[in-house]
């Protein structure tokens, strides 16, 4: 399995640019994410999708869009890139396991980052 | 609003030292805890969790950590610490049964004098 892949590794944009990072999944997750490190900070939560067709805002959602169209893949669109959205992208995805006792969500399987600069 | 805290934000011990790294957070409820690892150029990946149970649960490469809920805690400790440590160590809490209500923590940065 190759887990989580992401591309480009790196970009840089000019302001007003837009661009889509790219995420795939192997391991039929139904469970996937985007989210933006900023030096100093945890990691946002910028959007996520519980499954193929079903995308929803997380922390940090102005100035990007995604769209789930199968399992496997889930881009993040940039349309007007602004300097604030220089940052280090990072997709993940998981399960979940549901018994008596509910519904656990596992932990999370990262790519590897796309460090997005926007001059 | 909820929040994680990792007070420590670069520690620097020398090898051999013994490790810990504070984790606190804010929701009230009943959570999930993650403690991943970033080394050098390379991704997030899981150190350890804890989802019931026993409290000290332990992880990958000699890492432990225990939950005390009465102090909202989560700490990861290492009782000998090797320069191969040397990486970014984020806490995460995940509301349970939440997809999406999961909070990670500012990161501490570990460097280890070899």
């Known amino acids: 399995n190759a887990g989580v892949t992401q591309t480009p590794k790196f970009r840089i944009l000019k302001i007003g640019q837009s661009m889509t990072l790219q995420c795939t999944q192997d391991m039929n997750h139904n469970y996937m994410y985007w989210y933006r490190q900023d030096p100093g900070m945890g990691l946002k939560l910028i959007y996520y999708?519980?499954?193929?067709?079903?995308?929803d805002k997380g922390e940090v959602p102005n100035g990007y869009n995604v769209s789930r169209s199968t399992t496997e893949d889930f881009p993040l669109r940039l349309e007007l890139a602004a300097p604030s959205q220089t940052s280090v992208y990072f997709c993940?995805?998981?399960?979940?396991?549901?018994?008596?006792?509910?519904?656990?969500?596992?932990?999370?399987?990262f790519g590897p980052g796309t460090r997005l600069t926007v001059l | 609003a909820q929040s994680v805290s990792q007070h420590n934000h670069h520690v620097i011990l020398s090898e051999a030292a013994s490790l810990e790294l504070g984790c606190n957070y804010s929701?009230?409820?009943?959570?999930?805890l993650f403690w991943y690892v970033q080394y050098p150029g390379q991704h997030l990946q899981l150190l350890l969790k804890y989802f019931s149970g026993d409290p000290l649960v332990k992880g990958i490469k000699g890492f432990e950590a225990e939950f005390i809920k009465s102090k909202f805690s989560f700490n990861l400790r290492k009782p000998s610490v090797q320069w191969s440590d040397t990486a970014e160590y984020f806490c995460a809490v995940n509301k349970y049964s939440s997809a999406s209500k999961i909070i990670f923590g500012s990161g501490t940065r570990l460097s280890i004098r070899p």
């Open positions: 993940a995805s998981r399960d979940m396991t549901s018994g008596r006792a509910g519904v656990t969500y596992n932990e999370q399987f």
């Open positions: 999708s519980v499954g193929a067709g079903i995308t």
């Open positions: 929701y009230g409820g009943t959570v999930n």
